[in-house]
T-cell receptor
Framework: DTGVSQNPRHKITKRGQNVTFRCDPI?????LYWYRQTLGQGPEFLTY????????KSRLLSDRFSAERPKGSFSTLEIQRTEQGDSAMYLC??????????????FGSGTQLSVL | SQQGEEDPQALSIQEGENATMNCSYK?????LQWYRQNSGRGLVHLIL?????REKHSGRLRVTLDTSKKSSSLLITASRAADTASYFC????????????FGSGTRLQVQP
């Protein structure tokens, strides 16, 4: 499978616990994005990387959230001290930015987080 | 706040009919894209239209863009039950945030 892979697909955790999600982008893609989506809404931007550099973070990304992309390959998103409001689908997407600057995002199937 | 807002929020049609979804946005853009999402899955890119284009076709899809009104429409012709999904517009601003900003989507139900 050469698409974007996210693990795990589902995560159930208790409030206050830490969780970590992994995203493996399409191998030649240089940009990687994290979005969050709640039921009935569109994806909300969280953060993105160009290679290993984290270039932008949304104000939605509180200090309990941290994302890394070591070596510019896979990425992890960690949520510390989870709250019930963190329950959502966390989507990863990757893209290859060309000279024209036009991006098409390729999304993974997401990690569905439920905080009890 | 949402950069793109789709209208209607939900649409139910019969197989064979055409489906039209609209998107409005607020700031100047480089391009506008439409994505599709099946329930519980990730989004799939459908079509992209640049800010200097007015209309684009891809198979049964037709997208229009009116930058003076800051709006776009997605037309799906001869709909099929398999077109049942949520459809999102996404904008790429020409300044500020580089990441695509998505609207809240139109949920399309095509009845067989």
């Amino acid at each position: 499978d050469t698409g974007v892979s996210q693990n795990p697909r589902h995560k159930i955790t208790k409030r206050g616990q830490n969780v970590t999600f992994r995203c493996d982008p399409i191998s030649e893609h240089n940009r990687l994005y994290w979005y969050r989506q709640t039921l009935g809404q569109g994806p909300e931007f969280l953060t993105y990387f160009q290679n290993e550099a984290q270039l932008e973070k949304s104000r939605l990304l509180s200090d309990r959230f941290s994302a890394e992309r070591p070596k510019g390959s896979f990425s992890t998103l960690e949520i510390q001290r989870t709250e019930q409001g963190d329950s959502a689908m966390y989507l990863c997407a990757s893209s290859l930015v060309n000279r024209g600057g036009v991006e098409k995002l390729f999304f993974g199937s997401g990690t569905q987080l439920s905080v009890l | 706040s949402q950069q793109g807002e789709e209208d209607p929020q939900a649409l139910s049609i019969q197989e064979g009919e055409n489906a039209t979804m609209n998107c409005s946005y607020k700031t100047s853009i480089n391009n506008l894209q439409w994505y599709r999402q099946n329930s519980g899955r990730g989004l799939v890119h459908l079509i992209l239209i640049r800010s200097n284009e007015r209309e684009k076709h891809s198979g049964r899809l037709r997208v229009t863009l009116d930058t003076s009104k800051k709006s776009s429409s997605l037309l799906i012709t001869a709909s099929r039950a398999a077109d049942t999904a949520s459809y999102f517009c996404a904008t790429d601003r020409d300044t500020g945030r580089r990441a695509l900003t998505f609207g809240s989507g139109t949920r399309l139900q095509v009845q067989p």
